[in-house]
């Protein structure tokens, strides 16, 4: 009797230190999951996962830079994701436990490894663009039936956006994609690194600083949604949620999402594993999981954006596949800019005219 209850516990202790050890600590952008991938993967696996967000790759990147953030898997966007390789941030992921590689369309995991090599660091989760998202009974109202609605000028033509000033603008907390949005609008090319070009389109938003109500960038699915706002430049799947939320809602807010026709930033969202994670084997765990096509389709079919996963297309809602603001058509494709990568002057500048911008001074 003893020795059984001698064993079960020492069996009892083994469990719990085998638990304590399977934790996967994950840190994702805000909105970006289906309600029930974790628990899908915690029932699968057995492993315990804690779930935490951010909504800015800024942020992302000072913990990265500390290091020891507690966090086995993180999914920076691949310009930001470029610099902290290079930083030596980031582990080689393990391929030989990534099988459902296979399902990810080659061609853009191949744009992806314009920012990592090789895929060497990071693999594709989803992918988007940096648009515009509107509440089109309160736009049409106050610029009437001709509003520039496929147009960059809704924003940075100073009179019309003056116009939507009282029902309420919202820009991204987001400066390397706000300034190369003013960039291309003047004209410039948005990959430009040139502090020049980043002042003029730091000028641009200058002039337009006074009818934003605030810079944000997780904030305005609610506001949309609820009315609050009536635009917002945002990214693709987050005012596609707040369009379903609202008609979820009844609450008559009809919102629209539009890659304007003058372009826009086509960004990636990367997972990789920090080089002093604690559990690399359950993030590659998590990584292959989310790589299988339902689970992929599933996620897609939750946040509205777009999956590198091919396998998983078939599965993903048709009213999403055919949305050319979601999966853009090739003439659409030619208008999106991939993002540059900002060394640490470019960067500086960058920091020092969005804290100008912001504050409006
Ligand atoms: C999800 C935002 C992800 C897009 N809310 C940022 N690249």
Redesign the pocket.
């Known amino acids: 009797m003893k020795t059984t209850l001698l064993a079960s516990a020492a069996l009892l202790s083994a469990t719990a230190a085998f638990a304590q050890e399977n934790v996967l600590n994950i840190y994702n ?4 999951i289906a309600e029930d991938t974790v628990a899908k993967f915690e029932a699968a696996t057995g492993i315990k996962v804690n779930y935490d967000v951010y ?1 800015s ?1 800024e942020v992302l990147e000072a913990k990265m830079l500390a290091g020891n953030s507690g966090y086995d898997l993180v999914v920076p ?1 691949s310009d930001f994701l470029r610099r902290q390789v290079a930083a030596g941030v980031y582990q080689p992921l393990d391929k030989a436990k990534l099988p459902n590689l296979a399902n990810m369309d080659d061609t853009l995991m191949g744009r992806a490894a314009a920012y990592d090599e090789g895929n060497t660091h990071s693999i594709v989760y ?1 992918w ?1 663009t ?1 648009g515009i998202g509107y509440n089109i009974a309160a736009i049409t109202e106050r610029l009437g039936e001709d509003a520039p609605l496929e147009s960059w000028d809704l924003v940075f033509k100073p009179e019309n956006i003056a116009k939507l000033a009282d029902c309420g603008v919202s820009v991204l907390d ?1 400066p390397t994609e706000m300034i190369p949005a003013a960039m291309n609008y003047l004209g410039l090319d948005p990959r430009s690194t040139a502090a020049g070009d980043f002042e003029q389109g730091a000028e641009l938003l200058m002039e337009i600083r006074p009818h934003v109500r605030y810079f944000h ?2 904030q305005y ?1 609610t506001d949309l949604a609820n009315g609050d706002i009536c635009l917002a430049v945002g ?1 693709s ?2 005012v596609f ?1 707040a369009q379903a939320r609202a008609a979820e809602a009844e609450n008559g807010v009809e919102i629209a999402y539009v890659i304007p026709s003058e372009g826009a930033l086509q ?1 990636f ?1 990367m997972m990789a594993i920090p080089v002093d994670a604690p559990n690399p084997d359950a993030a590659h765990q998590f990584i292959n999981f989310v790589m299988q096509p339902e689970i992929a389709a599933d996620i897609t079919n939750y ?1 509205w ?1 777009a999956s590198a996963n091919e396998a998983a297309l078939p599965m993903v809602d048709e009213e999403i596949t055919s949305d050319p603001a979601i999966f853009p058509t090739p003439e659409i494709a030619e208008k999106l800019w991939p993002a540059a990568t900002y060394d640490s002057r470019a960067d500086r500048v960058i920091t020092r005219l969005w804290t100008q911008i912001k504050t409006g001074q």
């Open positions: 952008w805000s909105d970006y909504d790759n966007t989803m988007g940096t987001a960038s997780s699915i990214w799947g987050d949620q960004w969202d946040v954006y």
